[in-house]
C-alpha cells in the first residue's frame, strides 16, 4: 500500500448490484454531482461515525466521478487505532469491499456494498 493511501472505484455506474437479496439497482452517471459539491463525506471504519478515517474537508479523502463511477483515494493516518486497522485488514486482503450509504431524497437511506472488483482497492 503506497504510503498508507487506499484508493479504487466505490461506485461503478451501470453496474447492477443485488442489495441483500431483496432488490437490484443500478447507479446512473452523475448520481453524486451535487453531494460532491455540496457535502463533507466522511469514510467511517465499520459504520461507526465515532471511527473517522478521513474526511473530503480536510483533504484525507478524495471522492471523483468520472465516466466509469466514483473514484475515492483515502490518505490513512496509521497513528491512529482506525488506520492501523484499514490498513491492516485491507492490506491482508480481509476487507476486500467496502459500503456506500447515501441519503436519498425523501430521506430514506441506501446502502450499497461493493466487492473487492469494484472496489479495487489499490495496495501499490
Avoid: W
Wanted: proline content about 2%.
Amino acid at each position: 500500500m503506497a504510503d498508507n493511501v487506499i484508493s479504487g472505484y466505490c461506485v461503478r455506474f451501470h453496474d447492477i448490484a443485488t442489495i441483500g437479496g431483496s432488490f437490484r439497482e443500478k447507479i446512473a452517471p452523475a448520481a453524486f454531482t451535487a453531494s460532491l459539491k455540496r457535502n463533507d463525506i466522511v469514510a467511517l471504519l465499520d459504520h461507526d461515525t465515532g471511527r473517522v478515517l478521513g474526511r473530503t474537508s480536510a483533504k484525507s479523502l478524495t471522492l471523483k466521478q468520472d465516466q466509469i463511477g466514483l473514484y475515492f483515494s483515502l490518505d490513512v493516518d496509521p497513528s491512529t487505532p482506525e488506520g492501523q486497522t484499514a490498513i491492516g485488514t485491507v492490506g491482508r486482503q480481509d476487507v476486500k469491499g467496502l459500503l456506500v450509504r447515501r441519503t436519498m431524497v425523501g430521506g430514506g437511506v441506501a446502502r450499497r456494498r461493493r466487492s473487492a472488483a469494484a472496489a479495487d482497492s489499490n495496495r501499490d
